[in-house]
């Protein structure tokens, strides 16, 4: 069954991630019936940026018009609009968010769960949280937290702290839209609903794992939030690491959010510190020229690793991360690379014969992404001549796509559910800290690279030797 009537907050209401995501993916819960019947949506900003109700109504369009796959005509366009209004809320002040609130709980009939969605900065979560302490607004609430969860250690200790005197952990839904992705999703179904993936899904078959998302994207107007981010805390700590961690984590005993979070914090828990030596970071030459960015400015842009799991399945298997901005391609693969049998018994001395033979597993999570085997064939012929070849699983080939939701649709809706299987815990981000911390305080120093390239070469290829990034061409 849906969810029971919502009045959403939305703080952040005039930033790039409502925008581009938010509003859009709001309006296509809507077009797609898997909003409440009853929902309303406040949009909330500190009171120096406040808007009139109209006025946030004509952003949401513009929003919904650029960035949304369902277009803002028609009847459900009309509901949707109408049920968006406006309350400004300054951490001194509550009262406009309060009138604000209270009008969309009364236009409901007065029984509906709210749900607070904090798409701000994170050096704002703490008064905005204290705000809501301030008021009655937590009861009944969920509250959807966005990443990064804390800059460090210390700080997402105390942002855990300063949450858990205003709300329940069982309210708190940490949120990271690669969580909600229809293909890291699948990632689950892939090893533990099949019997021929997972007896080879540990060290004794793998001998690297990639997860690399370049994208061609640079800065959009985002310094105020980059600026004070970069490359690490805005994808790695986030994105890729939990990907990894759905990549790495053993059989959960079900899929309910306590087990699967319990098996995915313990590879959490088992990531080495990194390195510093082990990292590259890079900078794209002209992101000092970008407005709002410090002329000094050493915030990365680009960031590739090395980690690796200490645990029984994984020891000794590099974990590969990259990415960055303005780079050559926007993709977001996994590979596993799998060892080769103990014996070359086909002819190598044919010097065109493929070199890297390892067979691959690449899960492209791209929406709507695919999977392929990478594995070696012998070309029709006389001769025993082997070449690559590739059996691809891709969406539509299968299924239906239409019914898809994009990562932040299928999260919004699972926090209105109240399931919190596909947020982040608490002690899975601090793990991740720990393990950041050497990393965090003695970082190495920005490496520039041209907009449109791979990053600062040769220090990135160096990094992952012997295997190159393996992107093949998308499917
Ligand atoms: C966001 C980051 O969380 O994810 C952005 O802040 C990044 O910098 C984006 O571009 C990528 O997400 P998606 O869903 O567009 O691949």
């Known amino acids: 069954s849906g969810p029971d009537d919502h009045v959403i907050v939305l703080f ?3 930033g790039d991630l409502a925008k581009r995501k938010l509003l859009p993916g709001l309006f296509h819960l809507a077009t797609a019936g898997l909003l409440p019947d009853g929902y309303r949506i406040v949009g909330s900003t500190p009171a120096r940026s406040a808007m009139s109700e109209d006025a946030f109504r004509a952003l949401a369009h513009d929003a919904v018009a650029t960035f949304g796959r369902s277009k803002p005509t028609g009847p459900v366009w009309k509901t949707f609009e ?3 209004s406006f309350g400004a809320a300054d951490p001194e002040d509550p009262g406009p968010l309060l009138a604000a609130v209270r009008a969309a709980e009364e236009s409901l009939g007065g029984a509906s769960r709210r749900l607070f969605h904090l798409a701000i900065p ?4 703490a008064s905005i949280i204290g705000m809501l302490g301030d008021t009655d607004l937590p009861e009944n609430a969920k509250v959807i937290v966005e990443k990064p969860f804390g800059t460090d250690l210390a700080s997402a200790q ?3 702290e300063t949450i858990h005197t205003v709300f329940d952990e069982s309210q708190v839904f940490r949120i990271d839209h690669f969580l909600g992705k229809e293909s890291v999703d699948n990632i689950l179904a892939l090893r533990f609903a099949n019997g021929m993936f997972e007896p080879i899904w540990n060290r004794d ?6 997860v690399d998302v370049p994208e061609t994207l640079g800065l959009e107007g985002r310094a105020h939030f980059y600026e004070g981010t970069g490359a690490f805390r805005d994808m790695i700590v986030t994105h890729l690491i939990q990907v990894l961690g759905i990549v790495a984590m053993d059989p959960p005993v079900s899929l309910a959010a306590q087990p699967l979070r319990d098996e995915k914090d313990k590879v959490f828990e088992a990531l080495r510190p990194i390195e510093p030596a082990h990292v590259v970071r890079g900078q794209y030459e002209g992101y000092l020229d970008e407005p709002g960015v410090a002329p000094d400015s050493s915030t990365e842009t680009f960031t590739a690793l090395r980690m690796e799991v200490d645990n029984w399945r994984w020891a000794g298997v590099p974990f590969y991360l990259r990415s960055g901005k303005s780079l050559a391609q926007r993709r977001q693969v996994i590979t596993l690379g799998l060892r080769e049998p103990p014996l070359r018994m086909f002819a190598t001395e044919l ?3 493929p070199q890297d033979r390892g067979n691959k597993i690449v899960i492209d999570f791209g929406d709507p992404g695919w999977i392929a085997a990478a594995f070696l064939a012998k070309e029709p012929g006389p001769a025993m001549r082997l070449e690559p070849a590739t059996m691809t699983f891709c969406y539509a080939g299968s299924f239906c796509e239409e019914n898809g939701l994009e990562g932040y649709e299928r999260l919004i809706l ?6 919190q299987s596909l947020f982040t815990r608490s002690d899975g981000i601090e793990h991740i800290w720990r393990a950041s911390t050497p990393l965090l305080e003695n970082p190495p120093p920005v490496q520039p690279y041209a907009p449109g390239s791979w990053g600062p070469e040769p220090a990135i290829s160096d990094l992952i030797a012997p295997h190159p990034w393996h992107l093949p061409e998308p499917v």
Not at 122 to 125: E, I, R, V
Not at 205 to 210: A, L, R
């Open 205 to 210: 078959h793998i001998s690297y794992v990639q």
């Open 158 to 160: 105390a942002l855990n």
């Open 122 to 125: 994170p050096s704002a979560f």
């Open 414 to 419: 699972d926090a209105m559910l109240g399931d």
């Open 12 to 14: 952040g209401a005039t």
């Open 82 to 84: 109408e049920s968006l």
């Open 351 to 353: 010097a065109d014969q």
